[in-house]
């Protein structure tokens, strides 16, 4: 079903008529235009109660890489990376099968096989009667913003691995003078444990800064 998705949704019989007639206006042209930005601006899936995509717009077809003749029919296991465990789909679905408003971060699959992630939000649409019919999916790329994140995380690992392995004290203080990070061979020198070294200010009058020979350090340089 390719196409503008046209957002509605049912009307409350005891919505005021200045209401309706604040809804009649939205219709035409500028609820079109409102529909328009949408599909423009997210990637947009449109399923039945059971999950089956019944529509997607053309963001959603080129960031997958299925035609929405592939999707239509489909549910969303298709893109399945394989990264989140059964848990957090079981969440999500309990979240929006009691009509609840569900947003969180998804890792998907492509169909060439590589991997992105999207910010997503799953809006319920109820009938007149209060079921639920279907849900809306809108989703953004934030890919780039979860590549940077695990490229951060792997480099302080890396900081971590070389900061313990280390046979030389290390203590990293923060701007106010207080240890904020060490490592195991500055508690065995120091012969405290790390609790009681987090905290501790180099101004500390038991502290003494000094040379690798033992020397004083000048006193401008111990703050």
Known sequence: MPGTLHISGP?????????????????????????????????VAYTDKHGKILYTNDKFTEISGYSSEELIGKDHRLLNSGHHDKSFFKNMWDTIKSGRVWTG???????QGDYYWVQ?????????????????????????????????????????????????????????????????????????????????SVRDKRWRAVKEDYSEFPAEDTI
């Open 11 to 43: 009307v409350d019989d005891k919505t005021s008529m200045g209401a309706k007639a604040k809804k009649a206006e939205l219709s035409g042209s500028w609820f079109d235009e409102i529909s328009k930005t949408v599909n423009e601006t997210y990637i």
């Open 105 to 111: 971060q998804i890792k998907n699959k492509t169909k």
């Open 120 to 200: 997503t939000t799953i809006q319920p649409k109820l009938n007149s009667r209060g079921e639920i019919e279907g849900y809306l999916a809108l989703r953004y790329d934030i890919t780039e913003t979860k590549s940077l994140e695990e490229e951060v995380y792997k480099k302080a690992q890396i900081y971590q691995t070389m900061l313990f392995s280390m046979t030389e004290g290390f203590i990293l203080n923060d701007s106010a003078g207080q240890v904020v990070n060490h490592n195991r061979a500055a508690c065995e020198i120091l012969g405290l444990t790390p609790e009681e070294l987090i905290g501790v």
